[in-house]
């Protein structure tokens, strides 16, 4: 219960998050900043970084740069993003 942060009210959990920013790869572009900022809660922001997500290993696997992977394996891939 704890561990989930349940016990916490939502300011505190606000404040809990704020302090532990989520390090992004490569940083964020105005425009992602944008779009996040846009989307109606965090499942949509969720939802939204994970289509970004699977674009980008789609986009990497059709140019090439993935090397030799199989189709199922990346399929297996996009499974276990969308799993959470």
């Known amino acids: ?25 490569g940083g ?3 425009n992602e900043m944008e779009l996040l ?3 109606r809660g965090p499942e949509a922001q969720l939802a939204l970084c994970t289509l970004w997500l699977k674009e980008f290993i789609s986009r990497e ?12 394996i990346v399929a297996r891939v ?3 993003i969308s799993d959470g």
């Open 1 to 25: 219960y704890f561990l989930l942060g349940l016990s916490r009210s939502p300011r505190q959990r606000t404040l809990y998050n704020a302090s532990r920013p989520f390090a992004v790869l």
């Open 28 to 30: 964020l572009s105005d």
């Open 37 to 39: 900022q846009k989307a």
């Open 61 to 72: 696997h059709l140019d090439g740069s993935t090397g030799n992977v199989a189709p199922p």
């Open 78 to 80: 996009y499974q276990y």
